[in-house]
């Protein structure tokens, strides 16, 4: 009989980076020792609630994305199906005199699982291929491509229309719903352990699924339950 707590079918975490983001009540700038035990923790915890074939994405920047991943298989236990990208342009970023390393571009998201067959359904996603569209190849599958592995979408900066105000850490719902219909079993739940801004419970309810997230901030809450009012009213 399987366990009555794993219930998630999609995790989609999106923690914090540890890089000194001024959150509300949150400290960003914790010491190594303390914010990879921190992160071993939530990671361990959810993989208890994980169906054995559900899939668990985390998303990370270049500072501890390469000892979270061997922490993930090497001491929790779990497998690395892919390494992902979320790929955006940046604007102007401090004084051009001033730089030390080029601009930060892009998140890490690593997909982890129980086992090697998680789910994963590449038709809900399909994109039209060159082989088709451009070169009228016959062998290309009608249904169209799988998208690959680096998805390419502007960051949710201070101008653009998805802007939640109060809120720079934000993810667009058109990419987490690329994640959903992919990763998701059908009436499926999605969990979210760090929902932020919301966007991938609103992307969750979009496309029709169960949902759940787990906020610290009260502030935050009050920002998603108001952006998930608007999803039943007007489909945003």
Known sequence: MKSQKEFANLIIADPPFNIGYKYDIYN???DYSEYMKWTYDWINECKRILHDDGNMLICMGDEYVSDIDVMCRKDIGLKRIEWMIWHYKFGQSGKLDQRRKFTRSKTHILRLCKNDKP???????AIPSDRLKKYSDNRADKRGKCPDDVFIYKRIAGTHNERVEGVKTQMPVALLEIWIKSMCKPNGIVFDPFPGSGASLVAAKKL???FMGVELSNHYTDIINKRLTLVSRNNI
């Open 28 to 30: 960003d700038k914790r």
């Open 119 to 125: 789910y994963f359904n590449a038709p809900a996603v």
């Open 208 to 210: 029709g699924y169960d």
